[in-house]
């Protein structure tokens, strides 16, 4: 990034959970506030080849509990990740002209739109928001997964450098469509450095299977998406409808095809070329449809 558009890490206290968040710029009345939200496994700096292309804004990128730098164990509830981010949102005075959510972040800024008011619009990136039915068997789902059976749980947690991890992933999963850049931030930013000098995912394997486990919590979700009544776009990938209940396939996209419509206001653009993993895959197309929103 240029060197004057460079991010401060900032601390947001709930609870005595202390969560982290990064932050370009102050706000100002000259210029346009964006607030970021990343999915799950990812973290704040996931969005720089993005945010780099903004620099004439303000900018906050959130890191979710037990993401990135922020504190907490293993996730039970999506909602009340939800009420993290809208606690910190009531605690300061910023009017985000859009906030832009991915996938678990799509789902967590959904209810933080319902419950505050401080967004003009907001933009969901392929958000995790299953059809209606896949809410009323959370207990199911759950029971389904058995002790060290859920989704990356048993990934590598450990590297001896930022290198490493680069060169054991770059083949692997959904990773070979992410731009350069993407992947590069990705590793680099989500990696923390041991007292041994050696790496440690800054998502734990067990943090990041447990918000799967949980993926059915929220069954009030319908009810925020309807209490939004500022503007939202919808930027929906690849759909497999014998994936749509929700699928850990991420090829193709968890988002409901009929979630447009349960919206007071929105929009949608279905592209079904790219893979769940948008802002990576496609950081000219998001910016296009950012900068369109503003």
Not at 86 to 93: G, L, N, P
Not at 165 to 186: I, N
Request: proline share 5%; aromatic share 12%; hydrophobic share 35%.
């Amino acid at each position: 990034m240029a060197e004057e558009f460079q991010p401060v890490q900032c601390f947001f206290d709930h609870h005595g959970v202390k969560l982290s968040y990064f932050e370009w710029g102050t706000p100002a009345t000259d210029k346009p506030s964006l607030l970021f939200v990343h999915a799950t496994g990812f973290h704040g700096r996931c969005w720089d080849e993005i945010i780099e292309r903004f620099a004439h804004c303000h900018v906050v990128s959130w890191e979710q509990q037990g993401h990135g730098r922020s504190e907490g164990g293993p996730i039970d509830s999506w909602a009340d990740i939800a009420a993290q981010l809208s606690a910190f949102i009531e605690s300061r005075d910023y009017r985000f002209a859009l906030a832009i959510g991915h996938s678990m972040g799509g789902h967590v800024l959904t209810v933080t739109a319902a419950q505050t008011n401080a967004f003009d619009q907001i933009l969901l990136i392929d958000p995790t928001i299953f059809n209606p039915e896949a809410y009323q068997h959370d207990a199911e789902y759950r029971a389904a997964f058995k002790a060290g059976s859920a989704p990356s749980e048993r990934r590598r947690a450990e590297f001896p450098s930022v290198e490493a991890m680069k060169e054991g992933l770059a083949a692997k999963g959904s990773f070979p469509v992410y731009t350069p850049r993407a992947y590069d931030d990705y590793c680099r930013y989500g990696l923390l450095e041991q007292d041994d000098g050696s790496f440690r995912l800054a998502c734990e394997p067990k943090v990041e299977a447990s918000v799967y486990v949980s993926s059915r919590s929220n069954a009030s979700i319908y009810e925020s998406v309807r209490s939004v009544q500022v503007p939202v776009h919808i930027m929906r990938a690849q759909a497999c409808d014998a994936r749509q209940g929700g699928s850990v396939d991420f090829a193709f996209s968890p988002t409901w095809s009929g979630l447009v419509n349960e919206f007071p206001n929105a929009t949608e653009h279905h592209y079904q070329e790219l893979t769940h993993f948008i802002p990576m895959q496609a950081p000219d197309e998001v910016e296009r449809v950012i900068r369109e929103r503003l």
